[in-house]
């Protein structure tokens, strides 16, 4: 034990010293420790100055109730769903993982597996204590505040119960994963039954909350009554106490008994798992590794930067094969046989993602058309195409950044520099426009307060939006190409932002001018809108072309 917590104390004190000598660990640490330094601030001005509820002209007694009960829905489901998921991977899939350093070195060593496995856990239960407090402190205290109570000493309650059940749940998914990993013939049977009896509960659930949500459409009663089906309300019986238990500073606001019985049950189940995990005489060794082994290869495609790896490494671990319904020939010559290769690499996803791109819109927009009552709301609900065109044109940058790695490449086809940068501002304008074009489609036919024309103005003002700004993302992307370094990942995305956001400003103008001071229709609206972001976007691609003309931005 005397070695693995020397390597622990090593581990810490040299990764603080790599970060205070490496400018490349130092200035992304400063970046969010002044992000942590703002939020802190924020709340202590909140919690000083928050209003009371009686300021808003309700009562506390009553919004509390409400909202007590509306929340310890939403969270005992979410436990129990997540539950669920953890449990069935177990079968399958570990969740004891193990860094490449200590397979290569900590594991050949004749240290015991238990004491291997017990500083493990200790590590893990640290780390996620650690964040459910932040959480709990930095979420809980202002909201707790405007509730006009407090979240001390019963916030400790909620974050001791939250603890005790996650603990709780990572011991029991650890330990069936060893189990069925080196007996699985022997309790095929017992892990069918597990299996089925979730799958019961999670349906029961599911369908009780689809009946009152279809016969009423209230979504919070609907919440409610999904919550309290009577199977999964015993099958997950744990995440109903810690539900009940995470609002111990609401309940005691209305003055309610807070039962401490049950947090001594979860504590009771969390020592109990973790003893029968320590009482396993099998090799830990042996189900971490390929887990280990995936995890880290998908880690190094995340600090690589590279999206396209990370969208392959992701493809691999689910072993999804690509969609293959439609057959796309080669097409095409020069910059346009470049961007029809852009378009294809994009189709590249499991049926599964493919299935949820094509569901997603039609299910959001009746999602909203059965929460919101107020026609007027509704009406101007294609204003959220313009939002989602600008959150959109930001995350095509990691896709373009990930393709000039092989700049070398592309600088050796016979197209000039303008028209490389074209291709790349233009995939992403055209899968920008379909998404565009599937949430407008869904509104027009599930939503009929909108069929007017700002439905129209919007869908194609978002359009010439988005091409406006992923301009504005590709000059950062080449200036700062090489994803590996994290300072050049921050100052590209601080700069992505900025000139995002200088992109939007001319269709704010206009758009408050002509259409809010002026008040013409909005189709009259968005025709300057159009030109003003083509002009902008063309300039955008013009800059990029000539960086990219005079850079290398492979850095060979």
């Known amino acids: 034990m ?5 390597l622990e104390y090593r581990q810490t004190i040299n990764s603080i010293k790599n970060t205070l000598r490496s400018p490349k660990r130092l200035i992304p640490a400063l970046f969010v420790a002044a992000f942590a330094f703002a939020w802190i601030m924020q709340t202590v001005l909140l919690l000083a100055n928050a209003p009371r509820p009686g300021q808003f002209g309700w009562k506390t007694l009553g919004a509390t109730v409400h909202i007590e009960s509306l929340v310890h829905s939403g969270a005992f489901l979410l436990l129990s769903f997540g539950t669920a998921v953890f449990i ?3 079968f399958s899939t570990g969740s004891l993982i193990f860094s490449i350093p200590h397979i290569d070195f900590l594991f050949p060593t004749p240290i015991s597996r238990r004491s291997v496995l017990l500083m493990k856990l200790l590590r893990d239960y640290v780390k996620y204590t650690l964040w459910i407090a932040g959480a709990a402190i930095f979420i809980g205290a202002p909201v707790m505040q405007t509730l006009g109570g407090s979240l001390y000493p019963y916030g400790l309650v909620s974050i001791a119960a939250l603890v005790a059940y996650l603990l709780f749940v990572i011991n029991v998914t650890h330990t069936l994963n060893i189990i069925f990993t080196f007996s699985f013939e022997r309790f095929k049977q017992l892990g069918i039954a597990i299996k089925i009896l979730l799958i019961l509960a999670i349906a029961s659930s599911v369908v009780v ?3 009152h949500f279809a016969s009423t459409g209230s979504a919070d009663f609907s919440l409610r009554d999904a919550a309290d089906s009577p199977v999964i309300k015993t099958v997950f019986a744990p995440a109903d106490w810690c539900s009940s238990l995470i609002l111990s500073p609401v309940t005691a606001l209305n003055a309610q008994k807070i039962r401490f019985d049950k947090l001594l049950l979860l504590w009771v189940l969390a020592f109990v798992s973790f003893m029968a995990l320590l009482s396993r005489k099998e090799n ?3 189900p971490s590794l390929g887990v280990s082994v995936k995890v880290a290869r998908m880690k190094q495609a995340m600090r690589s930067g590279d999206a396209t790896a990370l969208r392959v490494q992701t493809l691999q671990e689910k072993g999804a094969r690509r969609a293959k319904l439609l057959f796309f020939p080669q097409f095409g010559q020069g910059a346009t046989a470049l961007l029809w290769k852009n378009l294809l690499v994009r189709y590249r996803m499991s049926w599964g993602q493919l299935l949820l791109i094509a569901f997603l819109p039609p299910a959001l927009v009746i999602a909203i058309q059965r929460l919101v009552v107020w026609e007027e ?3 101007n609900l294609p204003f959220i195409l313009v939002y989602m065109a600008f959150l959109l044109s930001i995350t095509v940058q990691p896709q373009v950044r990930a393709e ?13 520099a303008w028209n490389v940068v074209f291709v790349q501002v233009m995939s992403g304008t055209i899968y920008l426009a379909l998404g565009t074009a599937a949430f407008a489609g869904s509104m027009w036919l599930f939503v009929p307060a909108t069929r007017t024309s700002l439905l129209l103005a919007c869908t194609i003002g978002s359009i010439f939006l988005g091409f406006a700004c992923i301009s504005a993302t590709v000059i950062p992307a080449l200036l700062y190409p090489d994803t590996r370094d994290q300072a050049q990942n ?5 700069l992505g932002v900025s000139l995002v956001a200088v992109a939007l400003v001319p269709t704010v103008v206009l758009g408050v001018i002509l259409g809010i001071l002026l008040r013409f229709s909005a189709i009259v609206v968005v025709i300057p809108v159009c030109v003003i972001n083509a002009i902008l976007g063309f300039a955008g691609i013009g800059v990029s072309g000539a960086i990219f003309r005079r850079f290398d931005p492979s850095g060979d």
């Open 2 to 6: 005397k070695p693995l917590l020397y």
């Open 88 to 90: 069935f991977q177990a």
């Open 209 to 211: 909350g689809t009946w």
């Open 284 to 286: 830990i060794y042996e």
């Open 377 to 379: 709301l509704l009406q």
């Open 404 to 416: 000039l790695k092989h700049a070398n490449i592309l600088k050796a086809m016979p197209i000039s």
């Open 490 to 494: 921050v100052f590209c995305n601080l």
